[in-house]
């Protein structure tokens, strides 16, 4: 059966929203949905992709093993991949493992449980007792080398203890940020107007993600170890709690709350225990891991190709908790999109206390049915954002009525159209006060200009100094002092600020301006292959499905975006501010030695006589592209050392594979 052309456009539309989400969460440390709505996505896409097969490409998020890599930092490939684990959503589900467990090995088995943080998976690498790299788990394959970065976090020993330290030991462990540290942070970041982290793992993730270490160093993360990877030398060790000493005693800081026990029952009360002491534990855990003590019995298991089989992750069930709902409200985001959303009485959950929620939109409230006056149960979905289950209907006054969605933009008072066939509905001024204050404010934080904030922006536009992000750049000392709680410093410093901003990157300038379906990983293509702002505002549909990474809805968004006038007047008042409109400067060889024009590199592992950055400017130097990850159109593979799964891709798919030998022959004659 041909694949229904609407099947087509909505499976390109759940890749462009599932990449987007996914470097929301694991590039930006700052996701706008769920969980369980970005589960929805992946799995929607996941099903239309199993109903027509044709439609799977190999750079389809669901081919992919796990997040992205964020490109600030250098790949590391893991020597031994860092896997996952395998959850129990109840602890039921977790006694029967065990007790499979049990019948499997023939001796009597005794388990580890330890608190599950809700951090950052990291590795360790020691070589001659010294920590030499750090890295991230990324995609459980390749991680990101965050070593200066992890050398500021003070329990993370420089130099190994004792006598006996092997000559390589890689030890695994997760970085978190204390509670205390977290609402710290958080308190300073809005004193300063800047962005506020969702949770404590958000705000660990982002602070090592930092480009300088000082800012790393400033936000009082920590790490818990748990588990050894690589080990060449030390003594033999037969059990994990054995190892869990011998890691103390080389001054790993382990978590003084793991325990060991005989029996499945004792497991079965210590989770249950950690999930009703939660939160009293000064760090966010999202469950307990429970491992078999054994390491023999360990091999006996073995493991899947995903995750061993000798422990699992019991992963607590969201928190819910009653509440009034007193009001439903509607905000107008920068699209315009009228997203409905409820008010309540504060209520403590999934430690923190909420007090609105969204619901997403019309069909959402229908669903639900909640009603003004309802009690409603609401939940932490994915322990990030605030959801409202539903109502108790029990508890309903008999005049509740139904909820009906506004004819009118509470904002501006002009119409709110449901878009044909979609759910959403959307103010469709673009002059709606609402629309320009999200506008400017994310603009704002996508250009890192410190110190704009929602509350600055509002008043800023309040008092006619700003009709849209074009105008930051008119602000002046004279300008702002007159308003209220700025004083001659914070005007000077905010000036000084969006005067930084002009040489931001084209690739958050692309994100700055907001056009639909652009994120950074997206702006990074469309960046990296037409070089500039004008180039991007003039492509044809042609010239922009030809970047690699851009389908035709993100072409389409594009197009739009630059067609509309107020955008192009937007975009002449950066010009004149001399805003940087540059892509990456490439291309330092002349003209007549660019031999790899037109190709297209992947690079996997490590290379002898170039580091990963210095083998991409050369290859950049002669016209050609370095991609991330390998499609029909890669020409080709360059594998090093510990190549990574790229290489096993490029097989599937016949892309011709280069050693370093080949590399350097390619780039000295542009043949191979
Ligand atoms: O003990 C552990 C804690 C957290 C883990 C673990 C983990 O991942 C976030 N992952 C694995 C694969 C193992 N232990 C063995």
């Not at 759940?14 to 969460?25: F, G, I, K, N, S």
């Not at 027509?52 to 991949?81: K, R, W, Y």
């Not at 000084?496 to 002009?502: A, G, P, R």
């Not at 990296?528 to 968004?557: F, K, M, T, W």
């Amino acid at each position: 059966m041909p694949v229904p052309p609407e099947i087509e456009a909505r499976v390109g539309e759940l890749r462009e929203q599932v990449a987007y989400h996914r470097d929301r969460y694991f590039v930006e440390d700052a996701p706008e949905i769920s969980d369980a709505e970005f589960d929805e996505l992946y799995r929607e896409l996941e099903q239309l992709e199993a109903e027509f097969p044709e439609l799977v490409t190999p750079d389809s998020p669901t081919q992919q093993v796990g997040g992205a890599a964020a490109s600030t930092f250098a790949p590391v490939e893991h020597v031994i991949p860092m896997l996952s684990l395998d959850n129990a959503f109840t602890l039921e589900d977790l006694l029967a493992w065990g007790k499979r467990i049990e019948r499997q090995v023939s001796d009597p088995v005794a388990f580890v449980c330890e608190p599950k943080m809700d951090g950052l998976a990291i590795s360790l690498l020691y070589e001659q007792g010294q920590l030499v790299r750090a890295a991230t788990r990324g995609n459980g394959f390749t991680g990101e080398d965050v070593t200066a970065n992890v050398r500021t976090i003070k329990s993370v020993p420089r130099k190994l203890k004792g006598e006996a330290v092997p000559e390589r030991l890689e030890v695994r462990g997760e970085v978190f940020m204390p509670l205390a540290a977290f609402e710290g942070l958080n308190r300073r970041q809005g004193e300063a107007g800047a962005r506020l982290f969702a949770n404590p793992r958000n705000a660990a993730a982002g602070s090592l993600r930092q480009k300088d270490p000082s800012i790393t160093a400033s936000r009082a993360l920590d790490i818990f170890c748990y588990q050894p990877g690589v080990k060449e030398g030390g003594p033999r060790l037969r059990t994990h709690w054995e190892t869990l000493d011998w890691l103390r005693d080389l001054g790993f800081p382990v978590n003084p709350r793991i325990e060991r026990f005989e029996w499945l029952d004792d497991v079965y009360a210590f989770s249950e225990s950690m999930l009703e002491h939660r939160h009293d534990l000064g760090y966010e855990v999202d469950g307990v891991v429970v491992k078999v003590d054994d390491l023999g019995q360990r091999e006996e298991l073995g493991a899947t190709s995903k995750a061993p089989r000798w422990a699992i992750a019991y992963k607590f069930p969201p928190e819910e908790k009653t509440t009034k709902l007193l009001k439903i409200m509607v905000s107008i985001g920068r699209t315009g999109r009228a997203t409905p959303f409820a008010q309540m009485e504060p209520v403590f959950v999934g430690g923190s206390t909420v007090q609105m929620a969204s619901l997403h939109n019309q069909d959402e409230v229908a669903r639900r049915d909640v009603r003004e006056g309802d009690t409603v149960i609401v939940r932490k979905a994915g322990d990030v954002i605030p959801e409202v289950v539903g109502p108790v209907v029990a508890k309903r006054k008999k005049n509740a009525r139904r909820w009906k969605f506004p004819k009118q933009c509470p904002a501006c008072g002009q119409p709110l159209v449901r878009v044909e066939g979609e759910a959403a509905t959307n103010c469709v001024n673009v002059d709606c006060p609402n629309q320009r204050w999200g506008r400017i404010v994310h603009f704002a934080a996508a250009m890192e200009i410190d110190g704009l904030g929602e509350e600055r922006v509002r008043q800023f536009i309040e008092a006619g100094l700003l009709a849209d992000a074009g105008d930051l750049y008119s602000l002046t000392v004279e300008k702002l002092v007159p308003l209220e709680r700025i004083g001659e410093r914070s005007a000077q410093l905010l000036v000084d600020n969006v005067e930084k901003s002009k040489a931001q990157s084209l690739v958050r300038l692309l994100v700055a301006l907001g056009i639909n379906n652009v994120g950074p990983a997206a702006a990074q293509d469309l960046a990296r292959e037409l070089g500039h702002l004008d180039r991007i505002a003039s492509a044809s549909q042609e010239e922009l499905v030809a970047v690699d990474g851009v389908g035709p809805i993100l072409a389409q968004s594009v197009q739009e975006f630059f067609a509309r006038p107020r955008n192009l007047e937007v975009i002449e008042k950066l010009r004149k501010a001399g805003v940087n409109f540059e892509g990456p400067v490439r291309a330092t060889v002349p003209e007549e030695e660019q031999t790899l024009a037109g190709l297209t590199v992947v690079l996997t592992g490590g290379l002898e006589r170039f580091s990963r950055d210095e083998a991409q400017a050369e290859i950049e130097a002669r016209g050609g592209k370095v991609t991330s990850s390998v499609s029909k159109k890669t020409s080709y593979v360059v594998a090093g050392e510990n190549p990574g799964t790229k290489l096993a891709k490029a097989e599937q798919l016949g892309v011709t594979v280069l050693d370093e030998d080949a590399l350097v022959k390619l780039l000295e004659t542009g043949q191979v």
